[in-house]
């Protein structure tokens, strides 16, 4: 290992002034916090220029002159190959903020915020064409933001590059073939067996009753009380520190499992969080390394303890208890796993179909980027999509491509990191099992030391030391592929139904 | 009043800048309020880290070549009497930033982050010469920070325009000098009448009772729930902009008036931010425009409505139905304004022995900055004239001179503004009085709209716009003095004590 002496004094500044950076940043995700959970409507003026203000503040660091100086120097320096790391991450921040013009960054600012409103009135009337221009002006600003960037590049690459920093697009399009090819026909096969499974919770379970499951979960979990909060929120999500790593859900009074789930899912996003570096806070080595590296947090925890029979087994009285039910933990772990392919909403499918949706979605956003689609027949190539992949049509646009908000806020290339990280839970999870004695009577037990400490011992405490593959391949011994996903998939889902 | 072609470009320049700056540091608040009300706290190594960014990238703003620039540009230019006060208003902010060292800015930070816990240890000890040193380095320090700003003043009138920028520290001395001389014999015949007043809740009263009587309190006062939220706090505090301004409060079980009072004045906070003009927010003129008047707000509500008979007589319903108590409206009345000398602690103080405390640390501060008086023999002085106004000796240092934390924070100058609110909200409501028709008659029927209209008319719209005496004479037709609340404390305590 190279000693302290051989980093110059740049890197210190680089650092120094990164770290403002990301402080900056850091602040406006409490900002962003605070407006979805807390803030009264009215605030909403003075919020978008504080935040507008501190994305500003933070873009005048990273691309002052000092700082582009700075990093000249570190990169021209011969470095231990950590620092080296901790340069080439800053190294691709930079470019992203100044190899796209202000202007440019401000119009698409100004744009989604234009299409956010023209979005949701259009999914009330069920009428893409009154969205679809907005579709083709953000698709425009995207192309020619991913040109600033890379003019070499697939703009869809780029944009991708965006939520997943260093994950060849191929590898990623490799995978979701990958799952394509296979889950089609295991879906398939699952829809003609029409297994009865368990349906147990058919009455009203109310918010303050999940509030409390919810709470005692996260407990039973080893969510620490002092650094984090459970709140609730319309669209659940996760944000902060490793220091502070806060978790949102929210509550349907019918469907007490989908809370559960939604719960754990941000749990392990907050796990990841609070497992990063406490050190290196502020550095690289002190965030998380992308978008799908992060969902694969949430969904290991989510689907491989969650929805796992020895988790259920050891949690069901805890559920009963709360719920006031009186369900089996064979019936319950049904519940939480049966697939129900007979539906359109993304955001309410089962383990398993939930990827056809995605795929979908990465499928018609590389079309439309590549300008091999015409924004106006999106609804139909939908539609026949849904009906290739999961053998139903939306009734409404609404219920079809007008569901998500994402392409309202211009994020073209997120949706497949959903997938991904749900690919690459399995992987990971298939290590730990290797490497934990009997995971699974730990799980039953209640004792998730040993998990959580393999997850950071492997992925949380290296922060973006290293690529995703490489990331992946150190904790797993192999590249990343979709084989541990397609054999955990085929194996629960088969025994499930019985086939 | 001038044409906008008189505005010179420079003078958008300017405001632009400064806007900026005033979002950077509103977001700084948000992240204050969080960190008080919401944050687990194991956060706060990260949340130093991003406030710590913020004031720096504020900073930055303000102390650019640019801002410098514009500043000199806008002011060399011949401006109409709005734009002008607009100047004068960041040339203030700016000297204020540009004038002191960073390094010395830093110092006192650290400083005052050592100090704190310091302070809280020797408070538990009650050991005032563990906290000494202290308050020796953090005295020498505001020294130089004050005569970086103006070496040829009084270091304390410098130190006091920080909270108050635009008030003659020689009329604060008079109005205080008038409070001592005029309250100290007054209590002294108060407290040998030995008039048995009320005391009426000797129960216990559950938190969430009192808190949902505070809910509905604010609702009766007309705070919008769009604007603002409620939640509690160790020190209850008011925070935000004229978009977004909440409040906090505590609750004693044992207390059900203390919270009360307390709701009441946050709210009165509350109600000014609410007022300055949302059209100028971020500019000097969508701002407030010192700590005494401000306090004004609060006391007014506070004490000249929450505790007046008319209030008290249409709000006693509201008070019985949430505590379950059977209080007669005078019960209440003299409930909420019962004076007891026999208190060494300034927050627990009564409207009238409030002062009292104020004067106290107020004559010792000066001393200590003047170099009249060595810290070590604060305890002494301290004990001395809480005897001579309010005839009690603290038992110990942490019931007397160790008692706030103002010290720790560096805020010598902070005090004086409290009671200067306090005197200045008589004037105010004076002036109400004289303009609303029947005003007691609305009190007693709930309706506030007519005082709060009154309020934002003559106090809220102007922001910054005028200087605090100038403020005070355009709505009251006076100068700023300490009559109208003499006036009023004579008549109420003599009525209320039948002297």
């Given at each position: 290992m190279a000693t302290q002496e051989t980093v110059p004094d740049a890197y210190d500044d680089l650092l120094e002034q990164y770290e403002r950076a990301t402080y900056i940043g850091d602040a406006s995700q409490v900002l962003s916090w605070d407006q979805e959970v807390?803030?009264?409507?009215?605030?909403t003026p003075a919020r978008s220029k504080q935040t507008s203000a501190l994305s500003g503040a933070r873009h005048d660091v990273l691309t002052s002159d000092a700082f582009a100086e700075a990093l000249e120097t570190a990169e021209a320096a011969d470095l231990p190959d950590r620092e080296q790391a901790v340069v080439r991450e800053i190294r691709r921040e930079y470019d992203r903020a100044a190899k796209v013009p202000k202007s440019l960054v401000e119009r698409i600012s100004e744009e989604t915020s234009n299409a956010l409103p023209i979005w949701k009135e259009a999914k009330a009337d069920d009428d893409w064409s009154a969205f679809a221009p907005q579709v083709e002006t953000l698709l425009e600003l995207k192309r020619e933001y991913a040109e600033h960037i890379d003019p070499d590049a697939d703009p869809y690459a780029v944009l991708f590059a965006d939520y997943e920093?260093?994950?060849d697009l191929s590898v990623a399009e490799r995978v979701l073939e990958r799952l394509r090819d296979e889950l089609v026909p295991l879906i398939d096969e699952l829809n003609d067996v029409q297994t009865d499974l368990a349906d147990p919770f058919d009455g009203t379970y109310p918010e303050d009753d999940q509030f409390a499951l919810a709470t005692s979960t996260l407990e039973y979990l080893g969510y620490p009380d002092e650094h984090g909060r459970l709140d609730t929120a319309p669209h659940p999500f996760s944000t902060g520190t490793q220091f502070d790593a806060r978790v949102t859900t929210r509550f349907d009074e019918s469907d007490p499992v989908g809370a559960m789930g939604s719960t754990i899912h941000e749990f392990g996003h907050a796990t990841y969080t609070l497992g990063l570096p406490k050190e290196e806070y502020g550095t690289p080595l002190g965030q998380h390394r992308g978008l799908s590296v992060h969902e694969s947090q949430s969904r290991l925890w989510e689907n491989?303890?969650?929805?796992s029979r020895p988790f259920i087994e050891g949690h069901v009285d805890q559920v009963n208890d709360h719920l006031g039910s009186s369900v089996s933990a064979q019936n319950l772990y049904e519940a939480a796993n049966r697939i129900y392919p007979n539906n359109c909403i993304r955001v309410e499918a089962d383990e398993l179909t939930y990827h056809m949706h995605i795929i979908l979605r990465f499928e018609i956003e590389r079309a439309l980027l590549a300008g091999e689609l015409d924004v106006v027949d999106v609804p139909q190539v939908w539609n026949e999509k849904m009906e290739e992949y999961l053998g139903v049509t939306p009734e409404t646009d609404a219920e079809g491509c007008l569901q998500d908000i994402h392409w309202a806020h211009g994020s073209f290339g997120y949706f497949p990191t959903y997938s991904l990280g749900s690919v690459m839970a399995a992987q990971l999870y298939d290590a730990a099992r290797a490497d934990i004695d009997d995971i699974d009577a730990r799980l039953r037990a209640g004792e998730f030391e040993p998990l959580h400490d393999w997850l950071t011992e492997n992925v949380h405490r290296h922060g973006r030391r290293y690529k995703t593959n490489e990331l992946v391949r150190r904790a797993?011994?192999?590249?990343?592929?979709a084989d541990a996903f397609i054999a955990y998939a085929d194996e629960k889902f088969r025994s499930l139904y019985g086939i």
């Open positions: 807390m803030m009264p409507e009215g605030g920093p260093w994950l491989h303890v969650g929805r797993t011994g192999d590249d990343f592929t």
